[in-house]
């Protein structure tokens, strides 16, 4: 009985030292809060609470414009060159996540976002990236900005969704949950490698009349790209609630 009594102080003991170690050691990451927000075509999307903005947490995948008018999917290369609002699925791939937009679609940030969203600004993703840890110092860099996990926080939890790449890893740590959707040309060829090894995202905010900005996230790579483009490259689009 002596010894049962002594065997079971000292597992408590042990016990209670590793919980106090942990709660010293490690900080418990607070779990994101979700939701769901429906589009025109009763599309619903999963949505997260990242800082103080809610994102949708996958990409869009609307036809239409919010007053019901449809976004011409343009499949073909010619059809893309027409310069015009249009939409794709990436090479026709059923596993694309979401569709890809050309800025003319894009730039009717209100019509294409579900009602009371937008399409996510240059200032909305600097806001998500700082809310990642990335330095104020790098904000308005361009070109990949690295050192820095942020990429990584915001792409959907490894060994899903990207191609692996060691030691690269996504965590979906934001909620984030991004996917390789890869990226059109303006020609109208699709980008490679393309799906689940490039993420491109539109922001709606123009640079100049002929290109606007965006993001990339790679599987080689833990940061976020910044840059701007031809308006007529197709990109994912992400929207925040207004």
């Known amino acids: 009985m002596r010894f049962q009594t002594k065997f079971f102080c000292i597992i408590s003991f042990v016990i209670l030292g590793l919980f106090f170690s942990c709660d010293k050691d490690e900080k418990i990451k607070p779990v994101p809060e979700t939701g769901t927000v429906t589009d ?20 869009l995948k609307v036809k239409k414009f919010r007053n019901g008018s449809a976004i011409p999917v343009a499949q073909t290369n010619a059809d893309w060159l027409m310069g015009s609002a249009a939409c794709c699925l990436f090479d026709n791939n059923s596993t694309a996540p979401g569709l890809l937009y050309n800025w003319f679609a894009v730039e009717r940030a209100d019509d294409i976002a579900p009602e009371g969203w937008h399409v996510a600004t240059e200032a909305d993703w600097k806001d998500l990236e700082r809310t990642m840890g990335m330095p104020d110092s790098l904000i308005d860099k361009l070109n990949w900005r690295e050192p820095g996990v942020c990429g990584d926080k915001l792409k959907i939890k490894a060994p899903t969704g990207w191609t692996n790449y060691a030691p690269i890893w996504g965590t979906n740590e934001s909620g984030f949950t991004a996917l390789a959707g890869g990226c059109r040309l303006p020609e109208g060829k699709w980008a490679t490698p393309g799906l689940f090894a490039t993420g491109f995202w539109w922001t709606s905010t123009g640079n100049d009349s002929n290109s606007a900005w965006f993001r990339q996230l790679d599987y080689k790579k833990s940061g976020v790209f910044r840059y701007f483009v031809s308006k007529k490259y197709g990109m994912s689009v992400r929207c925040v609630k207004d």
């Open 40 to 59: 025109i075509e009763d599309n619903t999307y999963k949505t997260v609470k990242i800082g103080n903005k809610w994102w949708m947490a996958e990409n």
